[in-house]
C-alpha cells in the first residue's frame, strides 16, 4: 500500500439479494491523497453503496478496501477520526438544533473547534441556533457540510454534496474543496452533476450497473472525443455534401447553415465546402455531460480500469 | 469520547422521562387517596370474594389480600401498572437502534469513531437510569402520601421493594425490544412483536392463574416473575428479580452482537 493512496478497493462486490444483480461488482478503484476525485453515475449505479461499502455502514459480499491505509472494517474507528462524512440524503434529529447536533457529534469525535464551526457556518450562511426540523433542504445540506468538515478530516467522504444548494453556495463549496485540496486533503464526491465534478475534480469514475467503466483525467476528457459545429454559407447548402465526411454525424440543415457533430479534423469538413462561401463558423466544445451521455450510449464492454474512455467516445 | 451517547440519551429524554415518572407517580397516589378506610377495605375483600377467578386474576388479585392495604395497592396499582411500564420499554428498546435506523440517522452515526457496541450500551445503561429514576419518583410520591395519610400504612421497606421490583421487567422488555429490532431491521415490525411480548405474556399469566391445569404456562411469562400484586404482601422475590436482570443482560449482549454483525439501513 502506498502512502499516497486514499482509497484503494480491491474486486469490491455486494450483492443485496441473491438472483438479483449486484449493486457493486468487483470494484478496483484507486484514489489518490490530495486530489478531488469525482465519482460519476446515474441513480442506482452503486454510488452510495460503494460509500456505505467504505464506511463499514454495510459489509461486502467479496473484496476488500482501505481508506488512508487502513482497512475499512477492522480498522474503522481509527480511520473514522479521520474522515469526515455527507451523507446522499441527510437524516437528523428533527427536535435538536443545528448547534446541539454539532455539539454531540463534537463529542463523540472527542473534539470540538467551535471557532472553526463558526467560521464554516458564517460561510455557508447558515443559522446554527434553529432546530433541524426548521431547516430547507439546503440549510440541511450546509449542516452536512459543516458536520463533515468542522474537525478538519484528511478525508472527505461527500455523497451528492450539492444537491439542494443554491448557485452561490454552491461556489462557496467548491472553493471549501479546493481549500481542502491545497491543504493535502482528499476529496471523494460522488455527484450526477457533471458540471460539478468539471469545476473542481482532477479526476473522475464512471460508475453504471454496478460497474466501473473508465476513470480519467477531467481535463483528458475535455481534450478528446467531438466537437459540436456550425457552418453559415451565403446561401443553403445541401445536407448530402457532408453526408460522406469522416467523422460527420447528427447532420441538420438549419437557414443557410449546417450543424454537425464532429469526432475527428476540421479539414475533410473545409475541403468538402471549399467551393461555398463561408459567412461564419462555430464549434464548440461538448459539456462533461454530452460526453458522459454518449459514453453511456455506447455498449462497448471494458475492462474497469484506467485509459477507456477515448476509445469509446471515438 | 466515551459515554457521550449514554449522556446525549439522557439529555434527550429527561422531560419525556419525567413526564412518565410523574404519570406512574400520580397513579400511585391516586390509589392510594382513593382508599376510605380499612373498614371499608374489609367490605370490599368480601365483595371481591365473590368475584370471578378469571378476572381476579386478570390483576393478579387475591380476595384474602384485598382486605389489607398493602394487598389493595398491590392490586390496585402493581398489579397493571407493569403495562404502563412495559408500554415505556418497548418505546426506550426502539429508541436503541430501531428508530435512527429507520430514519437514516445512523449513517451520520457510524461514520464517527464510534463502535456499535457503544451505541446499544450507552443507550441501554441510560435507559436503566431513566427506569430507576420512573420508580424512584413514583416511590417518594407513594410514600410522602402514605405518611400523611390517617387511614391507610404502608411499610416503606415493602413499598420500595414493590417500586423496585417493576425495574428488572421493564428492563426486560427494553432489552427485547432492542433485540428484535436489531435483528428483524425493521422498526414498525420491531414494534409489533414487542408488542405481542408485552401483551401474551401478560394474558399467558392470566390464564395460567385462573386454570390450574394450565398453570405450567405461567414459566414462559415474565409477569409472573414480576408478580406485582403481591410483593408488598409476601416481599420480593430476589431469585425472580436476578433472572430477569441476567436474561435482560443476555438480550442486550445478543442485540449489541447482531447489530455489530449486520448491514445497518438495508
Known sequence: MSLQTAIQTNHLTKLYKKGKPPALDGLDLTVKQGEIFGYLGPNGAGKTTTIRLLLDIIRPNSGNATMLGMDVHSQSIELHRRLGFLPGELNLWDNQTGQQVVNYLGRIRGRLDSAYVHELAERLSLDLSKTVRSYSTGNRRKLGLVIALMHKPELLILDEPTNGLDPLMQQTFHQLMIEARDEGRTVFLSSHILSEVQAICERVAILRDGQLKAVERVSDLMRVQFHYVTVNFRQPVPISRLMSVPGVSELSADGNGLKFKLAGDLDPVLRAVNDQYIVDMRVQEPSLEEIFLTFYGNDVKTTPHQEPVKELVR | ?266
Do not use: C, H
Request: proline letters at 2%; glycine letters at 10%.
Open chain 2, 1 to 266: 469520547m466515551s459515554g457521550s451517547v449514554f449522556l446525549e440519551t439522557l439529555r434527550r429524554s429527561w422531560r419525556g422521562t419525567l413526564y412518565w415518572a410523574l404519570g406512574i407517580a400520580l397513579m400511585g397516589v391516586y390509589v392510594v387517596a382513593v382508599i376510605p378506610d380499612v373498614k371499608m377495605l374489609k367490605q370490599y375483600g368480601e365483595l371481591v370474594k365473590t368475584m370471578p377467578k378469571m378476572i381476579l386474576a386478570a390483576v393478579g388479585g387475591d380476595a384474602a389480600n384485598l382486605a389489607t392495604p398493602e394487598g389493595f395497592f398491590g392490586y390496585s396499582f402493581f398489579g397493571w401498572i407493569m403495562l404502563v411500564m412495559a408500554t415505556f420499554g418497548v418505546v426506550a428498546g426502539l429508541n436503541i437502534t430501531a428508530n435512527e435506523e429507520d430514519r437514516g440517522i445512523m449513517d451520520v452515526l457510524l461514520s464517527l469513531p464510534l463502535p456499535r457496541w457503544r451505541i446499544v450500551v450507552e443507550k441501554f445503561l441510560a435507559y436503566v437510569v431513566m427506569v430507576v429514576f420512573i420508580a424512584l419518583v413514583s416511590f417518594v410520591s407513594v410514600w410522602v402520601l402514605v405518611q400523611n395519610s390517617s387511614v391507610f400504612t404502608l411499610s416503606t421497606a415493602r413499598l420500595a421493594e414493590g417500586m423496585f421490583n417493576l425495574i428488572p421487567s421493564t428492563l426486560l422488555v427494553i432489552a427485547f425490544t432492542a433485540l428484535v429490532a436489531t435483528l428483524v431491521r425493521r422498526r414498525n415490525v420491531a414494534m409489533g412483536i414487542a408488542a405481542t411480548f408485552v401483551v401474551a405474556s401478560y394474558f399467558v399469566d392470566v390464564i395460567g392463574r385462573s386454570a390450574d391445569s394450565v398453570g405450567g404456562l405461567r414459566a414462559l411469562s415474565f409477569y409472573s416473575y414480576y408478580n406485582g400484586s403481591e410483593v408488598l404482601v409476601k416481599g420480593i422475590v430476589w431469585g425472580s428479580v436476578i433472572g430477569l436482570l441476567i436474561i435482560a443482560v443476555l438480550m442486550i449482549g445478543g442485540a449489541t452482537a447482531a447489530f455489530q454483525r449486520r448491514d445497518v439501513g438495508v
